[in-house]
């Protein structure tokens, strides 16, 4: 579903710490503006169809038909935001120095493969990973089914610590002290 809202899409061209603030606004009259009882994850475009800044999309979940679950998952979508920043610096390098990582969110692709397997078919391919869209869909999908994962397990909610070092390690990722290196970075964005 796509959302198109261009008096706010001054609020999405800041810098970083300012579209933190600006994201919070935008999900909140998106979550007002959006319907009850549709699809659970959506995808709200932005702007201009030719403005292509991860800002530009905010991924949010509507209300659902019960009440106990969470409508928005404020740390997925931080960590959205921050993974754009820390594994391209925002669109800028789109390929890592191994040649692996490809696209804004410096995808693999054994990630599309998880990907197509958790889905029970082939939605996404290769080629997928240099689009933005795309490339949030996956980490909006990957990152929901490894945090139930996460969730399972120990019992807690997936924090935004949790969401980018799994992100940046792999489903265990959240526990790997090699991922500790890649949260400690997000801090740093996190505080300005």
Known sequence: MYINTKQNERFL???????????????VIGHLLMPTGYVSAAIVKMGSEEFSD???????????????EPEIDLELQLALNLSYQLESECGVNLV??????????????????????????????????????????????????????????????PTVETYLRMWNKGPNGWKKPESLFHWEKAKKLIKG
Not at 13 to 27: D, G, K, Q, R, T
Not at 129 to 146: D, G, M, P, Q, V
Request: some cysteine; charged content about 20%; glycine content about 6%.
């Open 54 to 68: 991860l800002a530009d999309y905010i991924i949010f979940e509507s209300e659902s038909a019960s009440e106990s």
């Open 96 to 157: 890592s120095s191994n040649g692996r990582d490809i696209g804004p969110l410096q995808i693999q692709t054994v990630v599309i493969e998880d990907i197509n397997r958790i889905l029970g078919y082939n939605a996404y391919v290769a080629e997928d990973r240099w689009n933005l869209e795309k490339s949030c869909e996956i980490f909006w999908i990957y990152l929901t089914y490894y945090g139930e994962v996460y969730h399972r397990r120990t019992g807690k909610n």
């Open 13 to 27: 061209v800041w810098a970083f710490p300012m579209s933190i603030i600006a994201l919070a606004i935008v999900v």
